[in-house]
């Protein structure tokens, strides 16, 4: 899936605490240090809201993206930031990858197989231009402005009316770490170190669902997403009597920790 139609809201919907995001990347960094895990590859990089501090902290980033859009915002940033950050990115296809076999140490892969049919065509990719004995970390940095059980509703809500919202990639990270598993590979996950609550406005939330600004809207007929819509906010009123309601979503930032020690398994992968 493109994010295209969404680059207007996607920093301001991916918030996260900023405290528990920096603690997160220095526990990243000391774990595989830049000095020696120099080149990373971001697949899905986007706006460069992981990829830019990544750079920041020593490591030479490369990215590829879908949505061109995504990396024009990316370009902008770029331009006016004060360092002149060591990075690379292109629009190119994860499940066709324009780099040679090995070209990099190791893989940040955030929110990326959720929206990929082809999940698996995609992590064998990345387990391709990673190098023996590089690292493919799993990033999760939590809901940011959403409302977890409105988002499940609005799907409940299009399902009632005839439109059943379908899933692109994978439905949990946990299959990943399945598939993983299978082909050979070890993981270690970090959970519940990086946690916090995300204070979200209810008229906030149910703008953002008729913006279609997540991925799950985008597939709704109009009729039927313009209908959910009022029917959600005629629900949210009915409970908490204004959508000036601000509601605590519990939120943590983790990671998967994915590594192979056997070449023959890593070759295999090509």
Request: proline share 3%; net charge neutral.
């Amino acid at each position: 899936m493109s994010f295209d139609t969404m680059v207007k809201y996607y920093e301001e919907t991916r918030v996260f605490d900023r405290v528990s995001f920096n603690s997160a990347l220095d526990f990243l960094i000391e774990k595989y240090p830049p000095n020696l895990f120099t080149k990373l590859f971001e697949p899905g990089i986007g706006t460069g809201r992981i990829a830019i501090p990544l750079a920041e902290r020593g490591y030479q980033v490369t990215g590829v993206d879908i949505s061109q859009e995504m990396l024009e915002c990316l370009g902008s940033r770029l331009t006016v930031h004060k360092a002149n950050l060591p990075m690379f990115y292109q629009c190119a296809d994860v499940t066709q990858l324009p780099f040679l076999d090995r070209s990099f140490d190791i893989v940040i892969a955030v929110h990326l197989f959720y929206f990929i049919k082809e999940w698996k065509l995609a992590v064998n990719e990345i387990l391709r231009v990673l190098k023996t004995g590089g690292k493919l970390v799993l990033m999760h940095t939590g809901t940011g402005s959403e409302v977890p059980a409105l988002n499940q509703r609005y799907k409940e809500l299009c399902a009632i009316r005839g439109f059943q919202i379908k899933d692109i990639g994978v439905k949990s990270t946990q299959e990943v770490i399945s598939y993983l598993t299978e082909i050979g590979y070890e993981t270690e996950i970090a959970k519940n170190r990086w946690t916090w609550n995300q204070n979200i406005n209810l008229k906030k939330a149910i703008e953002y669902i008729r913006l279609r600004a997540y991925s799950f809207t985008q597939t709704t007929p109009e009729k039927v997403h313009l209908s959910v819509i009022e029917t959600l906010t005629q629900e949210l009123e009915s409970q908490y009597g204004s959508l000036d309601t601000e509601v605590k979503i519990p939120n943590q930032i983790y990671f998967v920790f994915t590594s192979c020690h056997s070449e023959l398994t890593h070759n295999r992968r090509k």
